[in-house]
């Protein structure tokens, strides 16, 4: 498991790691394990204008499809081409490998975002 | 965990994928204790068995079995089972979720001379399928496994256990079905375990149970079919056979076209990863023109399959499933989307 006191987290199970004022954004270990293996990413292309709390995709596995939330405000940069092929790469390195998206001109919207202790504590609720 | 029929039953033990390609390419072990056994024996077995189902049974010698559907008069479906004839009468092996259903319709249509018994509760049952499946029991078997034909079925001991061990199965494999005491069953589980976790066999769930049986192009009962739907309909016409005699449902069958069902059950491969799902519509163009009655992932395919029930005067023409307001196409195909490859 990679250092995680960079990583912020929704509770609807996306995380968000930011540099400066690009992000990457993900889901959650948790969320990939609820989950079960994922099958199919809907997600928007490069331009794509995402909004803090909005939904941006859809992550389908066997068990269910599930919508996707903005974590922040931003314009995506570069999506992981790599998960059409293999979207199994959320469920074996959510946190690396797995990314969904890269933004860029991010900013924090009204949503809350936690660390991993505090997600994980309210994960289940 | 899931509920299932009133019985709580892992949707997975490791990842659906894994199992299911286990299966596939090694072997799987399901607990299948759920399914319902009914037990019909007395000088009016064959009589009983012969009226409460559409395939011929009373041809059956001891140690084989067939596929078969009960129909109500209406020629719609009661539900699917297995029917083994076994020394001293009939084996029905039924869906749980039909079960208390089956129960009722069984005993109101008992020839005279018939002992009925409901032994569900007391039996197990544990399946090993895939490639390995039977050199795997055979490994723990006192019997020779092997040499049972398909749809064939004996008693013997197993780990241990006396068994009625079957070549039977749900996936689309070659496979074995054993049925045992339910006290037994956890040595048994135990024992095929370790006989089988050297040849890469996994213990699996039910969520690859349904993406294996869906492959192979197998119904489930209360999504592909029920009582609304007959056999013609839904693609079983090969297991109707009315020249057998009289049966619930024949007279209803008699009337209906083999040839021109009501509706058409069809097989839908799409061209992306998506997931189609129960309930959801087939479209042509914009028109809809039918509900997918089971869908999901073929990971031995590598895209979502789904099956159907179509207008049997469809136009071929290019359809497609509404996934969430998206119209994702789809290509019409034969079932079943997948079958192993024949030994060498």
């Known amino acids: ?125 | 965990m899931v509920e299932f029929a009133g019985y709580e039953m892992p949707l997975r033990y490791s990842s659906i994928r894994d199992e299911h390609l286990a299966v596939r390419t090694r072997a799987g072990l399901f607990d299948l204790s759920h399914m319902g056994e009914v037990r019909l024996r007395g000088q009016g077995a064959q009589a009983t068995a012969q009226g409460l189902v559409a395939n011929d049974v009373g041809g059956l010698g001891p140690g084989h079995a067939v596929y078969a559907v009960v129909c109500n008069d209406d020629a719609g479906i009661v539900d699917d089972v297995i029917v083994y004839r076994v020394e001293d009468g009939y084996l029905i092996v039924v869906n749980a979720s039909r079960r208390a259903v089956d129960l009722e319709w069984m005993r109101a249509h008992l020839a005279l001379g018939t002992q009925l018994r409901d032994e569900s509760d007391e039996t197990a049952l544990l399946a090993v399928q895939g490639p390995e499946a039977v050199a795997i029991v055979q490994s723990v078997a006192g019997l020779d496994v092997a040499a049972l034909p398909t749809f064939g079925s004996a008693t013997g001991v197993v780990a241990g256990v006396s068994c009625r061990v079957s070549r039977t199965g749900y996936t689309g494999e070659d496979g074995i079905e054993l049925y045992c005491d339910a006290q037994a069953a956890p040595p048994l589980w135990d024992a095929l375990m370790e006989a089988g976790t050297p040849r890469g066999m996994l213990p699996v769930g039910l969520g690859a149970r349904d993406t294996l049986r869906l492959e192979a192009g197998l119904r489930l009962y209360g999504q592909d079919m029920d009582e609304t739907v007959d056999p013609y309909s839904c693609g079983l016409g090969w297991t109707v056979k009315l020249g057998k005699g009289e049966f619930v449902g024949a007279g209803r069958l008699r009337r209906l076209d083999p040839e021109h069902p009501r509706r058409r059950f069809i097989g839908l491969a799409l061209g992306a990863r998506q997931i189609p799902r129960h309930g959801m519509a087939v479209l042509a163009g914009a028109e809809r023109v039918g509900e997918v009655t089971s869908g999901g992932f073929g990971f031995s395919l590598g895209h979502g399959i789904a099956t159907a029930y179509v207008p049997p005067d469809l136009p071929d023409a290019p359809l497609g499933v509404d996934i969430r307001g998206e119209a994702v196409p789809a290509r019409r195909v034969p079932l079943p989307f997948y079958r192993r490859p024949r030994p060498v």
Do not use: C
Request: net charge negative; charged share 25%.
């Open chain 1, 1 to 125: 498991m990679p250092d995680l006191s960079g990583y912020r987290f929704t509770l609807t199970h996306e995380w968000v790691h930011r540099d400066g004022d690009a992000a990457t954004i993900g889901i959650s270990d948790h969320a990939q394990a609820q989950l079960g293996d994922v099958i199919f990413l809907d997600l928007p292309s490069v331009g794509a204008k995402l909004t803090a709390g909005e939904r941006f995709g859809t992550v389908e596995s066997v068990k269910a499809a599930s919508d996707l939330y903005a974590p922040v405000t931003g314009t995506v940069s570069a999506v992981n081409e790599e998960l059409a092929t293999t979207p199994e790469r959320v469920n074996s390195s959510p946190y690396e490998e797995g990314w969904l998206l890269r933004l860029a001109n991010v900013s924090e919207g009204e949503v809350a975002l936690l660390d991993e202790a505090s997600y994980l504590a309210r994960a289940d609720e």
